[in-house]
């Protein structure tokens, strides 16, 4: 009862330029942590790039992608 998505659930979402926003973001946070790692010679792990990738970097990204 109720906790079924329905198609038009997951297209709703899918379409929502919120979701987009955050895929968006995720996918450059997942780019900066590669970047960082492959300068470090290992693994920094996602959460020190998402805190790296919002402190130095999400603001200006921002600016270049107003969606």
Do not use: C
């Not at 709703?12 to 996918?27: F, I, K, M, N």
């Not at 470090?40 to 270049?64: C, P, T, Y």
């Amino acid at each position: 009862m109720g906790d079924k998505q329905t198609g038009s659930d997951d297209t709703l979402l899918e379409e929502s330029s919120l979701y987009q926003r955050y895929l968006a973001e995720r996918d450059e946070i997942l780019r900066h942590k590669w970047l960082e790692s492959e300068k470090e010679g290992h693994d920094i792990g996602f959460e020190r790039a998402l805190v790296d990738w919002l402190l130095n970097h999400r603001s200006k990204w921002r600016k270049k992608n107003p969606h």
